[in-house]
């Protein structure tokens, strides 16, 4: 039987179709999504390997650098047209508003300069480096090469970790999630991390032609001054650096200056000209789907990007952050050395103080003083050192400034007290060295104050200046810090030295000035004549309690300053402050050379004793106060016991101006030969003066401190936080990024205090 072929039916082909269909969609679709898994676990993957390649790398180069430079505080930039505070250690970034315009938003902590160690040999007249492989000059090398320099020390070649677009020249383009603009074809143009190694200044002649080859600020990325010294508007920390200008359509100029400057900064040289001044500039991530801002999302369905005003809130995927510490009591250092033990040494406290870690920045300092007792309400005031948040404007401080706190007035210590002390007046005006630091500091916070007036303020008056590299408070000032507040420095006395004259060279015996009272300065303000004075008026102290001396509490500076150590309230001056006494050790007393010999009256520096008798050439000095005895019993004259306040100076109370003086800071004992009299001539004595100290002997203090305590809040540069998130695009069909967050605390193993 024959059989015969059957044609399909159209019915039997749709079906045949639809079966064909369904079986590749079956295979297809689950291939194209494999396809998808893999990319999106690729870019994980590469993810993961970029974040741990590059948080390594950041955290070595901290490591090895010699300091991380300060980003602490505000710089003022123009955002969106207007003139706006941002943080120094911030970049700008543009992208597309809420209306399509392009504007500017503020990327805090997206910046780190480190500053690397001196390396290899520097430069030469030419400009270039000798090779330390060949020992010969190499105009390619662009920064030195060679072993670090011993000891270590900043060198010249800093390195930049920052975020900016990976073609600043181009607008901001990701074409990927359609977050803050529409999905596109075009390509993407996203922000990027960069290492840029970098000199801020370089050798060079001055741009004018007119001075000589030195260290100057290196003018590919830099404006600098008139004077060619100096880097102008804080171009250090410009935010804008890598933002080009843009023309009155809102449309960015390529051909300016600013632009070629972007181009030096990306390490392009546009000018065609052999030079090292150029960077090394590196992309540290991929050329594309690498993004390093993100926008912040609000809690809708979908999430929608939220905006400031036309602004989209925006944050940085790298942050580098230095190292809150809270509360660290400063370490006090040796107060005295072997050669300046003294009288009553152990109420002499340190006037050095170091934290644990230095490179300091948004230092908070409180000073808990001798005596402090946080439980009762008449003892627990205390100092506390900080920026006013309102510091720099009219009427306010300019700055850093010292403040007595009461917790008793129920408020907040970052915002109350009492201005006794503004450092930052201080730290200008020893800066310029055209007037006296100490004195315009106590009298800038004065005028706004008025805290000289107050007893309880001056009973607590504990200034010092901080170093915030090394990390260190001190607490003393040179006597040369102090003067008229409204008299410049007198160029031909810079120093303002104190300075007591000796008087006529008589003795005892052949003194002819003997009437009146020892009170009598116009008579008796000098050494000899006050010694032959009392000498004679008081036969039953010879021997005991007199002898040729000098009391610096009263001893006025060159141009009639009183000393801090003055016993005496003078209004507005930084008088009657109890804290105050002499630093052991850095007195240095100059006057007439007692030797018979060539150089007898010569002008020569007297060496300290601690023991009477004391001989030619020498002098016995109190640093603090001492314990002072009965005077009842010393067989003093009635009259001049009866009258005596030992809590009031009186230069006519025998008691008062000549036996209690032995028992006080200050104090300077003299040869006390009533038959050899110091030369004609004068006394000039420099020292510095402190306001810390610590309670010695028997306790006289129940609880509370013992002693003067600094405990200080800051962030330290020494120990860095990074935070870093890799945000990967797999695709553009694949709209969600792939992202990895590590962090990692780096410390500055180089820097050296």
Known sequence: MKRTRRAFTLIELLTVMAITGVVLTLI??????????????????????????????????????????????????????????VARDGVIVQVIGRDGTIVDAALAHSKVDIIRPSEGDVTQSGGAYINPITGLIDPTMATSKGDVNLPLIPGPVWVR???????????????????????????????????????????????????GVGYRPNLALFDSDLADRTILNDGLDDPRFMVPNRNALNQIITTDAKANRIRHWLGKNPDSVTTTDVPKAVLQTDLTR?????????????????????????????????????????????????????????????????T???????????????????????????????????????????????????????????????????????????????????????????????????????SVFTPYTYFSGPG????????????????????????????????AALSVLTETNVGGTFGDSSHYGFINTMFNKLWRDYPSLQGSYLERFIDLRLVTGGDGTPSPLCPTFIPSQATDLPKSKIVPGSEQVYGPDQLPGPGYGQFVRYTRTTKRPIGPNQYLINYVDQIEPDYSILGLPASDLATFNANVYDKTNLVSAVIQPRFKKGYIALSADPNIAI???????????????????????????????????????????????????????????????????????????
């Open 28 to 85: 297809t679709i689950p291939v194209v999504q494999s396809f998808s898994l893999f990319r999106q676990a690729q870019a994980l993957s590469d993810a993961q390997d970029k974040g741990r390649l590059l948080i390594d790398r950041i955290g070595r180069e901290i490591g090895n650098g010699a300091s991380v430079r300060s980003s602490s505080g505000l710089i003022t930039t123009l955002l969106n047209g207007a003139a706006t505070s």
């Open 161 to 211: 970790w920052v975020v900016a677009l990976r073609d600043p020249l181009s607008e901001y383009n990701n074409p990927y999630d359609g977050r803050i603009m529409e999905r596109n074809a075009n390509r993407d143009n996203m922000y990027a991390l960069y290492r840029i190694e970098f000199q801020p200044y370089v050798v060079r002649a001055n741009k004018d032609g007119s001075g």
């Open 290 to 354: 690498y993004d390093m801002i993100q926008v912040v999302l609000d809690d809708s369905r979908p999430p929608r990007p939220r905006y400031d005003g036309n602004v989209p809130r925006l944050f940085s995927l790298v942050t580098f952050r230095p190292t809150r510490v809270t509360n660290e009591v400063a370490d006090a250092q040796a107060a005295t050395r072997p050669g300046e033990e003294s009288d009553n040494s152990g109420t002499v406290g340190s006037d050095v103080f170091r």
């Open 356 to 458: 644990q870690h230095p490179l300091w920045d948004n230092a908070v300092i409180r000073t808990w003083p001798l005596g402090w007792l946080g439980t009762d309400s008449t003892r627990n005031a205390y100092e506390v050192g900080r920026v006013a948040d309102n510091a720099g404007a009219p009427g306010q401080p300019p700055g850093f400034s010292v403040y007595y706190y009461d917790p008793d007035s129920g408020l907040d210590d970052y915002v109350a007290g009492t201005e006794l002390f503004d450092l930052s007046t201080y730290a200008a005006v020893n800066a310029k060295k055209d007037r006296f630091p100490f004195t315009q500091a106590v009298a800038a916070a004065n005028v706004r104050s008025n805290w000289l007036s107050t007893a309880s303020y001056r």
């Open 472 to 503: 260190k408070i001190v607490s003393s000032f040179a006597i040369s810090e102090v003067g008229n507040v409204g008299v410049p420095v007198d160029l031909s006395n810079p120093d303002n030295l104190p300075t007591v004259g000796t008087g």
């Open 679 to 753: 030369p004609d001539g004068l006394f000039k004595i420099s020292y510095r003066f402190q306001f810390t100290g610590r309670q010695s002997g028997p306790t006289t203090i129940s609880n509370g401190n013992k002693s003067d305590v600094f405990a200080v809040d800051y962030d330290t540069r020494q120990l860095m936080s990074v935070l870093l998130t890799i945000r990967n695009y797999p695709q553009s069909s694949v709209p969600n990024p792939q992202n990895v967050t590590l962090k990692a605390t780096a410390t500055v193993r180089n820097f050296a205090r």
